[in-house]
């Protein structure tokens, strides 16, 4: 017999949402209203089930739990911190190496990193997928440069997307012959693990390309059963698995925190790649 799939823990994404989780006071929460009406936020149920809301200092809380000082600026922050705009010929697509391109095809997250980098171009009212026709423009682009080996697809987290609207975009992008290299940056298989089914694990590849999935993950809780076993549906389709970290005050800011979670990365299957330094995005000082 079959039974049905448990329902989805809700995604907290209202202040009020917050306070009921016990991660931010009552009172704290028209302030923090403020917060998610410039900076979108979100944090899946998967992910609010591994707070311990006894500690204030909890690492999962502190990266996805508004906090009113992201309002506050300072002159060296930048809405575009790495420069990507001068290196985007068309909407969606960026290429500053000769032979790669990042092509960002949806706006939206499972979850808002609260030092995301994309912050001001990311989020609910940020026009979700890319257009049709940037989509096709983004494409042409790329047919038109055989210099590009590599489509790093990313947004926004593109494994948010269903596993037929991926698929599609997965087989254009295989089609031009020139490119080789498919890589897939995500969230998804620690923040919310269930969306990684075999039908999407199927989507993301093609004939032809060689398919790489990046696993951002900042502590070593975040790689927890139901993460593993997402990972585990890529690993034994034969995708591999590389990790990207962003170094955070107190969330991993420590060389044992760190160790364990590469030690985690490595258990597993995934190799620790990307160690990043945050950037200068608006209100993360």
């Known amino acids: 017999m079959t039974h049905p799939a448990e329902p989805r823990p809700r995604t907290l994404t209202r202040p009020d949402d917050f306070v009921a989780a016990g991660l931010v006071a009552p009172a704290g929460a028209q302030e923090l209203a403020r917060v998610t009406a410039r ?7 998967h992910l609010a089930g591994l707070v311990d809301a006894d500690d204030p200092a909890d690492p999962i809380a502190r990266q996805f739990t508004p906090d009113p000082r992201e309002l506050e600026t300072t002159p060296q922050e930048r809405v575009d911190p790495i420069g990507d705009d001068a290196h985007a010929p068309c909407e969606g697509l960026v290429h500053r190496y000769p032979d790669r391109v990042l092509l960002k095809i949806v706006s939206a997250c499972p979850v808002y990193c609260r030092f995301c980098f994309r912050r001001e171009t990311v989020g609910a009212a940020k026009g979700g997928m890319l257009a049709s026709e940037q989509l096709a423009a983004a494409l042409d682009y790329i047919r038109a440069h055989p210099e590009i080996w590599e489509v790093i697809l990313t947004g926004g987290d593109p494994l948010a997307l269903s596993p037929r609207r991926l698929a599609d975009i997965v087989q254009a992008i295989a089609a031009i012959g020139h490119v080789k ?18 039908d ?31 990972l585990a549906r ?46 200068l995005a608006p209100g993360t000082g």
Do not use: C
Request: proline share 7%; no cysteine; aromatic share 6%.
């Open 181 to 198: 290299t498919l890589r897939f940056h995500t969230r998804v298989p620690i923040a919310a693990p269930d969306l990684v089914t075999d």
């Open 234 to 279: 890529f690993v034994a389709a034969g995708v591999p698995l590389v990790s990207q970290t962003v170094l955070l005050r107190g969330v991993n800011d420590d060389p044992e925190i760190l160790a364990a979670l590469k030690r985690a990365f490595v258990k597993a299957r995934v190799k620790p790649y990307y160690l990043h330094h945050p950037d």
């Open 39 to 45: 900076y979108s936020a979100a944090m899946t149920g």
């Open 200 to 230: 999407l694990v199927a989507a993301i590849r093609a004939e032809g390309v060689s398919t790489w999935v990046a696993l951002h993950a900042n502590h070593p809780r975040e790689l927890g059963d139901q993460a593993r076993a997402a």
